[in-house]
């Protein structure tokens, strides 16, 4: 069974320093490693990002000169992640997404893959920012990991979560060389869905922006081209 005991000094965690802007110290992954019941934090990771892409068509007329009637979203590519590690004797990423990979079986490559995985996400909310934004600390989730017994936080510990669903590793790379002693398993994965665990999504999410607000009144920071479903463009 991949070894990533939360007992094993490889993974202990340390201390995060508490600011204002996000820092990556405070940016824990999760996923269902082969061989352990329920998420698992992913140790040793060295890179964790997303990107995401959609292309936006133009709406012109004939006749109308050289305007543009309207901006028209496309389709949203796949999200892709990048998911980088150290390679552990014991515990590379094939295994610690869920593949039986490494000591655990006998899956090697992509090819190999049949099922996809899921992710999470927890960008831990440090306690100088709850302090001072608590109505906005509080729409945020409890850390599942929280504090000890031992331990004497200022704030209950919370964090932004998000979760990346029905993933697909499409680029797997290693590379042993010569002048490093570390090996680094760099890997790019392609997400199916990105929700945040608990809130219902669909055509009417509140997403902002909208031209009327919640309680009738005007909307805040929406476009002049539709306010009121008006013909004119009222300058500011």
């Known amino acids: 069974m991949a070894n990533v005991s939360t007992s094993n000094y490889l993974y202990r965690s340390g201390t995060a320093p508490n600011t204002r802007a996000a820092v990556s110290q405070k940016n824990k992954i999760y996923s269902f490693t082969v061989g352990v019941g329920g998420l698992q934090q992913l140790g040793v990771i060295s890179e964790f990002g997303f990107d995401e892409s959609r292309t936006i068509d133009p709406v012109r007329g004939v006749g109308y000169g050289d305007m543009i009637a309207e901006l028209v979203p496309s389709v949203t590519d796949p999200m ?8 552990l004797y014991t515990a590379n990423l094939f295994q610690l997404v869920g ?7 006998l899956v090697r490559s992509l090819r190999h893959h049949r ?44 964090a932004l979560l998000t979760f990346f669903e029905g993933c697909w590793m499409n680029s797997y790379s290693a590379s042993f060389t010569s002048d490093s002693a570390i090996v680094a398993e760099n890997s790019s994965v392609t997400v199916t869905d990105i929700i945040d665990g608990v ?38």
Do not use: M
């Not at 892709?80 to 390679?87: A, H, R, S, V, Y």
């Not at 992710?119 to 001072?132: D, G, M, W, Y």
């Not at 990991?145 to 200022?154: H, R, W, Y």
């Open 115 to 158: 099922w996809p995985f899921d992710i999470k996400q927890e960008l831990v909310f440090s306690e100088l920012a709850s302090l001072q934004d608590p109505n906005g600390a509080s729409i945020a989730a409890t850390v599942t990991t929280g504090p000890t017994s031992k331990d004497n936080p200022i704030v209950t510990p919370r």
């Open 199 to 236: 809130s219902q999504y669909g055509e009417f999410i509140d997403t902002g922006l909208a031209p009327v607000s919640s309680n009738g009144g005007p909307g805040k920071g929406y476009s002049l081209r539709f306010a009121n479903n008006s013909n004119t463009v009222v300058p500011l």
């Open 80 to 87: 892709t992640l990048t998911l980088n590690k150290t390679l």
């Open 99 to 105: 593949y039986k990979g490494g000591i655990d079986g």
